[in-house]
């Protein structure tokens, strides 16, 4: 199982976990959530929420592709789970991308 460590709270990141990766590295899903509010002292924009929203959406949905990948027995299904999760992981982090872009243009906030 592959192992990474938070940057922000330095604790074990798992597959299986909803987590994400940053211009910084790997981060809890928690943890950036945790961020992104104190950078705001708690008051975060509606837009930088909803593309929050659709992103934490997107991780879930990688979470549960990779459950459904372990559950299937048929190796074509298999390939067909990875294949959309592959698709997921990279929209996942074009939004990513996308989100710290606005916060950092937008706000003249950095997030780690």
């Known amino acids: 199982m592959v192992e990474w460590k938070c940057m922000v709270c330095g604790g ?4 299986g976990q909803l987590f994400t990766f940053i211009k910084g ?4 899903w928690s943890c ?8 705001f002292n708690g008051k975060v924009p509606s837009d930088v929420l909803a593309i929050l929203t659709i992103n934490r ?3 879930e949905g990688i979470v549960i592709a990779k459950e459904g990948e372990q559950m ?3 190796d074509s299904v298999k ?4 294949s959309r999760r592959k698709l997921l992981e990279g929209e996942a982090a074009k ?6 872009k606005l916060i950092e243009s937008k706000y003249g906030v950095s997030i780690p």
């Open 95 to 100: 939004l990513n991308v996308d989100m710290l």
């Open 32 to 39: 950036l959530v945790k961020v992104i509010n104190n950078k």
């Open 72 to 74: 299937a027995s048929d």
């Open 12 to 15: 074990n990141v798992v597959d």
């Open 57 to 59: 959406h997107i991780h």
């Open 79 to 82: 390939q067909v789970i990875n």
């Open 25 to 28: 590295g790997p981060i809890h």
